[in-house]
């Protein structure tokens, strides 16, 4: 009787392991792999951004193409609201989160809560590292690229106008230094200024925002103040946000397109933007579904076969402007 009952419960315990997802792990997610029933978390920083909602629905499509529970979340640029929904999202039982964190500060402490249940993390956006320094996998834009790409454009646009000089015309970068993916843009974008001689005929200021375009439409009118001397203005930012909200600032001082050219590093913006009679000039334009795609497909191909996330991977971005916007897809 007693072998009996010993062997019923081994069977049980087969039974139900059999019916229980199962996950072996390293610490960088290589060789990571579910049996049976995969679920992955995809937070967003600000699902308000145009560019957040693209990546989030091309995501739920692949994932129920795939036949993946997807659980996605907005944390409304929280930090605190960040940390609890890692948390409540590793205790419902997701085996791989994707992350777009509002403050890369947090990024040790997202990766610590999740390799502490050895969950893989795939960084979207803005990079992340442990305590250690290290890399979490991350798909986002290449900065140095689209940088360069900015700078150029604004430069040439500089250079085409005979009357600009440093005592007249500013060259603008509506920052956001504490995002390591945005000063690889802006830096890259202002190298690439100077390079092709914009300098030489402007003043470079720098105009701090938080990402969003109002914070942008009160620093610039701010700056717009403290150089009364300026007529002219080339602007960029990390983001498109940046770029219309110095535009809006400068309409409102009556500065029209003819004294303003602005170019946005992230397409979000750009349909709506050139679609109006504005100094928004172009933008590099960037597939923020693909984005999104790429990312649950590096994740589930993660879970699913075990296939390593690339270190880094680039989602591509052409110019768009007013003459070529609507064969790229704006309406």
């Known amino acids: 009787m007693t072998k009996r009952i010993v062997s019923l419960a081994l069977a049980a315990a087969a039974l139900l392991a059999g019916c229980t997802n199962t996950a072996t792990t390293n610490t960088n997610g290589a060789g990571t792999q ?53 948390n409540q999202m590793i205790a419902g039982g997701i085996n791989g989160l994707i992350i777009v964190v509002p403050d890369q500060a947090i990024g040790p402490q997202v990766l610590s809560l999740a390799a502490a249940k050895k969950i893989p993390v795939l960084a979207s956006d803005d990079p992340i590292k442990d305590s250690a320094g290290k ?7 290449d900065g140095t690229a689209l940088g360069t790409q900015a700078g150029e454009q604004l430069a040439k646009a500089l250079n085409s106008r005979s009357d600009a000089t440093a005592a007249n015309t500013a060259f603008v970068v509506v920052s956001q230094n504490s ?16 390079k092709a001689g914009g300098n030489k005929k402007s003043t470079f200021l720098d105009v701090p925002h938080d990402g969003t375009l109002q914070t942008a439409v009160t620093a610039m009118s701010a700056t717009i103040t403290q150089n009364p001397g300026i007529k002219n203005w080339y602007i960029t930012s990390c983001n498109d ?87 790229l897809g704006c309406k």
Do not use: H, W
């Not at 890399?135 to 834009?141: K, Q, R, S």
């Open 34 to 86: 579910v049996d049976g029933k995969i679920k992955i978390g995809y937070i967003t920083k600000r699902g308000t951004d145009p560019f957040a909602s693209q990546q989030v629905q091309a995501a739920q499509a692949a994932a129920k193409k795939a036949g993946v529970e997807l659980v996605t979340a907005d944390v409304k640029q929280d930090t605190g609201l960040t940390i609890s929904t890692v």
């Open 135 to 141: 890399a979490a996998p991350f798909i986002g834009l």
């Open 179 to 194: 995002v390591s993916a945005c000063t690889e843009r802006t830096d890259a974008a202002k190298a690439a200024f100077d």
């Open 241 to 327: 946000d940046g770029v219309a909200g110095a535009l809006r600032a400068l309409e409102s001082k009556g500065v029209t397109k003819a004294n303003s050219f602005g170019y946005g590093m992230d397409g979000s913006l750009a349909c709506t933007e050139l679609a109006k009679d504005n100094g928004f000039a172009a933008a590099n334009y960037v597939s923020f579904a693909k984005n999104g795609e790429i990312a649950f497909d590096t994740m589930y191909k993660l879970l699913k076969n075990g296939t390593e996330m690339p270190a880094t991977q680039s989602v591509p971005g052409p110019v768009i402007n007013r003459d070529n916007m609507s064969s």
